[in-house]
């Protein structure tokens, strides 16, 4: 069974930095190595939103609004995706999720909560 989890959000002052880990669990090497990770988050009363993406070949996207801030990386021995936030904004504030496109489907954690104070 394939499962995803989101680890190291917190609260933390402008200006700061954060750690998000996405560990999963349930692939096997050859349906890891090459698929594609995203980090999303949710803000309150906003739409899910799109905030980074690592391909299998380590192809990066992202967000408009972090370019140059964040930056994600993915270690396929351990098979986590890593989110690296600095400078952190209050506008960064939500639920952070990783989703993982594995065995042809979306798998999604249950998110961990970023919180940003000014």
């Known amino acids: 069974q394939v499962q995803v989890m989101e680890s190291g959000g917190g609260l933390v002052q402008a200006g700061g930095s954060l750690r998000l880990t996405c560990a999963t669990s349930g692939t096997i090497s050859s349906v890891f190595n090459p698929s594609t990770v995203s980090w999303y988050r949710q803000a309150p009363g906003k739409q899910r939103e799109l905030v980074a993406q690592?391909?299998?070949?380590?192809?990066?996207i992202y967000a408009d609004s972090v370019k140059d801030r964040f930056t994600i990386s993915k270690d396929n021995a351990r098979k986590r995706v890593y989110l690296q936030m600095n400078r952190l904004k209050p506008e960064d504030t939500g639920v952070y999720y990783c989703?993982?496109?594995?065995?042809?489907?979306?798998?999604w954690g249950p998110g961990t909560q970023v919180t940003v104070s000014s």
């Open positions: 690592i391909s299998g070949r380590s192809a990066t």
């Open positions: 989703n993982g496109g594995f065995y042809s489907r979306d798998y």
